[in-house]
T-cell receptor
C-alpha cells in the first residue's frame, strides 16, 4: 500500500476555501485515492474517492494530476463545523483494510 | 437506515481482566473491520472479516486479542488479561463486500485499563 504524506495541521477561517494536498509518489496503477474525515469522539467518515482528474460531490472536490503522485482535497467555504482531521489514503489490499497515516488537523476559526 | 453500532460506548476495567467489545454492522454488509485508535499509534487496522471468516488477522497485536463473527453479522472483539497499553478507542467498520468499497465506521468503544 502506497505511503502518503500530508501536512500535520492547517488553519483557516470561516468562508474560505481550503485545499489539503497529499503526496503519494509510489501510487500503483490500480490504486485509487480516498479521503476520510474524523471529528473528535467519532469514527472516520468517507468524504470522497477518485482515480484521476477531478471528482466532485456535495461535500468536496478532489483534484488528481496526470501523474497521480499527489492529490488535493478542496473544501469550499469552510465553516467551524469542518474542524476535523482529514486522512488521505491510497490503494487497497484485496481485503480493503485501510492504512491510516497521521492525517491533517484542520482548524477553522471564526 | 441504521449505521454501525458498538457497545459499550465506554469501558473501564482493571489490569488483568478480560473485556468483550461488540460491533453490529450495517445489515447486509459482508465485510467487517476492527481498528484501534490510540494517542501514540494513530488509527491502526486489527482484523478483517468476510462473512464469518477472518482472512486477515495481521493487525492483532498479541495473542491476547481475538475476534469472532457469527451469522455474518455481529462481531465480538475480546481482549484477555488487559494491559494498560490496551487503552484506546476500538472502532468497527463495515462495507458491502470489502475490497475498495466505502467503509462505514461506528462511534467506537473507549477502553480504559487502570
Amino acid at each position: 500500500l502506497a505511503k502518503t504524506t500530508q501536512p500535520i495541521s492547517m488553519d483557516s477561517y470561516e468562508g474560505q476555501e481550503v485545499n489539503i494536498t497529499c503526496s503519494h509518489n509510489n501510487i500503483a496503477t490500480n490504486d485509487y485515492i480516498t479521503w476520510y474525515q474524523q471529528f473528535p469522539s467519532q469514527g472516520p467518515r468517507f468524504i470522497i474517492q477518485g482515480y484521476k482528474t477531478k471528482v466532485t460531490n456535495e461535500v468536496a472536490s478532489l483534484f488528481i494530476p496526470a501523474d497521480r503522485k499527489s492529490s488535493t482535497l478542496s473544501l469550499p467555504r469552510v465553516s467551524l463545523s469542518d474542524t476535523a482531521v482529514y486522512y488521505c489514503l491510497v490503494g487497497s489490499s484485496n481485503t480493503g483494510k485501510l492504512i491510516f497515516g497521521q492525517g491533517t488537523t484542520l482548524q477553522v476559526k471564526p | 437506515g441504521a449505521g454501525v453500532s458498538q457497545s459499550p460506548s465506554n469501558k473501564v476495567t482493571e489490569k488483568g481482566k478480560d473485556v468483550e467489545l461488540r460491533c453490529d454492522p450495517i445489515s447486509g454488509h459482508t465485510a467487517l473491520y476492527w481498528y484501534r485508535q490510540s494517542l501514540g499509534q494513530g488509527l491502526e487496522f486489527l482484523i478483517y472479516f468476510q462473512g464469518n471468516s477472518a482472512p486477515d488477522k495481521s493487525g492483532l497485536p498479541s495473542d491476547r486479542f481475538s475476534a469472532e463473527r457469527t451469522g455474518g453479522s455481529v462481531s465480538t472483539l475480546t481482549i484477555q488479561r488487559t494491559q494498560q497499553e490496551d487503552s484506546a478507542v476500538y472502532l468497527c467498520a463495515s462495507s458491502i463486500r470489502g475490497g475498495g468499497e466505502t467503509q462505514y465506521f461506528g462511534p467506537g468503544t473507549r477502553l480504559l485499563v487502570l
